[in-house]
């Protein structure tokens, strides 16, 4: 019975590993872009990376790179074109930006970029920053040393609102970058909210990944946002939260408000708290 057994295995397994062709999809536009109130406009432009056969070394990454495109906001009285420029504090380490147009509470922010076939454009909003009333670093109970942060704002319970948290580390780059879980709906909040805010990181091998260390310098970027944006925020916390259980993945595509691309244009207003973090 085993003799028959073992090949009948090896037949199954040789039979389950046959190649499978995958047609390339064209390259997409992606476009990472925000403005914050009293900020200057920010855009990363890229397309998509295509599945390959090849092993694909991390230089290859900067052939796509859109360097060369036209990209304009318009803020409903005028319109300014973004100047293209390297950047080795944001990653990709390529920015379009410009200082003739700041941010401003309550205005809508239209984008266009233009470059070759790729034609698209976003709209977005600024709604008015909420002020964190407290911030309080809370050790973990298991692991000593290492803290989550527990942050309280006042909610209006009057309207709709949506809020999304970054952090930046001391000494990185000027990116922020996204908590983990970190976008909220004021339906699920009391008037006197509180939230407990990770680290960005999350790396699945360190369990200490998403919190902070004792004494290090952290900067808190508190949004809040329109809806669309906390529908692109919110499908990617759900991509990140359920994009690695084998059981209950995430097979949604993530949300967009770019029409003609990939990505996001996100206005924020904005509030900033540099605290160190101490028990």
């Keep these: 019975m085993y003799r028959l057994l073992l090949p009948l295995l090896l037949v199954f ?38 599945i390959s056969k090849q092993l694909q070394s991390t230089d290859s990454l900067n052939s796509f790179l859109l360097r060369w495109a036209k990209v304009t906001v318009n803020d ?33 922010y239209t984008l266009r970029v233009d470059f070759q076939n790729f034609h698209a454009h976003a709209v977005t909003t600024i709604p008015k920053p909420v002020a964190l009333t407290s911030i309080k670093a809370e ?14 704002f006042t909610d209006n319970p009057a309207t709709t609102d949506y809020y999304k948290v970054f952090v930046r580390q001391y000494n990185h780059r000027k990116d922020f970058h ?5 976008t909220y709906n004021d339906r699920l909040l009391p008037t006197q909210a509180s939230i407990l805010v990770s680290n960005s990181r999350q790396n699945v091998a360190n ?5 902070f260390k004792q004494n290090e310098f952290i900067t808190i970027k508190f949004c809040h946002i329109d809806s669309v944006s906390y ?5 990617m916390d759900d991509y990140h939260g359920k994009g690695r259980n084998p059981l209950f993945n995430s097979m949604q595509n993530i949300r967009s408000n770019i029409h003609g691309g990939l990505g996001y244009w996100c206005g924020y207003g904005v509030s900033y708290y540099t605290i160190v973090v101490e028990g």
């Design 178 to 182: 996204s908590t983990y879980l970190g």
């Design 76 to 108: 409903g009285t005028r319109e300014v074109v973004l100047t293209g420029m390297p950047h080795k504090d944001y990653f990709p380490p390529y920015i379009y930006t410009t200082s003739d147009m700041r941010g401003e509470v309550g205005k809508t």
């Design 13 to 50: 397994f040789c039979l389950s590993c046959e190649e499978t062709e995958v047609e390339q999809a064209p390259a997409q536009l992606v476009v990472e872009g925000w403005i914050d109130s009293g900020g200057f406009p920010i855009v990363k432009l890229t397309t998509t990376v295509p």
């Design 207 to 211: 369990p200490n990944a998403t919190f």
């Design 231 to 235: 529908e692109f925020w919110k499908s």
């Design 139 to 152: 050790e973990l109970p298991h692991f000593p040393g290492w803290y989550k942060l527990r942050v309280r």
